[in-house]
């Protein structure tokens, strides 16, 4: 079974159709991609799926939870995290104080502990700089950030939203393979990324959303290897 199913979902922003009856999967322990220009619609897909946008239509199902009768703060406690678009940590609080605030569903105090230790292992930096102003960090231990708060709420998937927006191409690197490592430790992951050549050479599989609507679905390394998809997303 799926661990996440959306079928036939339907998302309006005023008389504004933004996704038109798309349905796609994410089964456990894999990286799935959705890849697009700007404007296709998908950060607005994960902002259904975490409950931040309301659908007209369709089905969301989540470890066979019905999502859409969900509200949105009760949904990060049954397993879901997002990583938003821009990082959107807590700029005035310490490194610290933000990876805490990620837990803040969670009241085992030994396995949020347990949960600190892990996310420093993944990212040695925030260790580092633990007491430090998030808003004074570079763009990419902010998003080094984001993603271990998210971690923190012991997620069994969680949603990226462009993690290597802004970085650079050192950082991108290290981003993604912080992300496969998260994977191979057990969290699925669904990904929203513009740069779909380092996103297809980390997934297993992909969807490609135009215009609000799935065009292409398939293997990632199939994908990557597609005229079309070459010739529209990876510049060649």
Known sequence: MALLRVENLQVYYGVIQAVKGISFEVNQGEIVALIGANGAGKTTVLHTV?????????SITFNGVDLMKTPAHKIVSMGMAHVPEGRRIFQELTVYENLQMGAFTRRD??????????VYAHFPRLEERKKQIAGTLSGGEQQMLAIG???????????????????????VSEIFAIIQEINKAGTTVLIVEQNAKKVLSIADRAY?????????????????NDDAVKKAYLGE
Do not use: C, H, W, Y
Request: no cysteine; net charge negative; proline share 7%.
């Open 50 to 58: 975490t409950g931040l946008v309301p659908a007209k239509a369709g």
């Open 208 to 224: 490609v959303l135009e215009t609000g609507n799935i065009s292409m679905s398939g293997n990632a390394q199939d994908l990557m």
């Open 109 to 118: 105090k030994a396995e949020i502990a347990e949960s600190l230790e892990m």
């Open 149 to 171: 708060r998210a971690l923190m709420s012991k997620p069994s998937i969680i949603l990226m939203d462009e993690p290597s927006m802004g970085l650079s191409p050192l950082f």
